[in-house]
């Protein structure tokens, strides 16, 4: 089982729509959460870092679930820019173990 | 504003060869990374370093080695290139704890024929 997994998509909306992608991690011990942005055939981006208390930044909502283990990421009123691989990331303090997810991948149709 | 630049965006090289990747980040990061990403399997981490001269093992080390002999630079060394080590290469630094942000360089497409 991989220690952090995301259905890899695509994901096919419309302009407008409201799209929701979870991601799952195997390890309790995981401290830190992320959700970073890849455009085709550009770096990794982080996106927004994910808070127990759940966390907003304009249309994109990230939320956690310590108990379930998974990490979401909700996206409002979708833009043909939002097209892009979202992947997940989960980092362990007091070391440098970050893993990243294999991505899910977006595409936001007019 | 943050910049991590890495020396070549194509690379083409022939099986056997010894290859040098470089990265260079300009942020006085302590921690800085080695990835591969391939379709299907994410990012995976080859080797880090918290600080100069030091060096960690990652994920998937076999076949690789790294350098960092000074803050702003780290290289990946193939010291024989494989076909299975075709890959995207990318290179991050990140500050402070490693569970931080990480900034990612432009990445490096290998081809070893």
């Not at chain 1, 108990?67 to 070391?95: E, M, N, P, W």
């Not at chain 2, 890495?6 to 290859?19: A, C, F, M």
């Not at chain 2, 994920?59 to 890959?87: C, H």
Request: proline share 4%; hydrophobic share 30%.
């Amino acid at each position: 089982r991989k220690e952090v997994e995301q259905d890899p998509g695509p994901f096919n909306v419309p302009e407008g729509a409201t799209v929701a992608f979870n991601c799952t991690y195997s390890n309790s011990a995981s401290q830190s959460f992320f959700w970073y942005r890849q455009d085709c055939r550009k770096e990794p981006k982080l996106l927004m870092s994910v808070y127990s208390s759940g966390n907003e930044d304009g249309r994109f909502t990230a939320q956690l679930n310590r108990a379930s283990q998974y990490i979401s990421l909700l996206i409002r009123d979708s833009k043909l820019s939002d097209s892009a691989t979202y992947l997940c990331v989960v980092s362990f303090t007091g070391g440098f173990k970050t893993i990243f997810g294999a991505g899910t991948r977006l595409f936001v149709k007019a | 504003d943050v910049k991590v630049t890495q020396s070549s965006r194509y690379l083409v090289k022939r099986t056997g060869e010894k290859v040098f990747l470089e990265c260079v980040q300009d942020m006085d990061h302590e921690n800085m990374f080695w990835y591969r990403q391939d379709p299907g399997l994410g990012l995976r981490l080859i080797y880090f370093s918290y600080d100069v001269k030091m060096k960690e093992k990652g994920d998937i080390p076999e076949g690789y080695s790294v350098s960092r002999e000074k803050k702003e630079r780290f290289s990946l060394i193939l010291e024989s290139a494989s076909t299975n080590q075709t890959s995207m290469y990318l290179c991050a630094s990140s500050p402070g704890q490693a569970y931080n942000e990480q900034f990612f360089g432009p990445g490096t497409r290998l081809t070893v024929l």
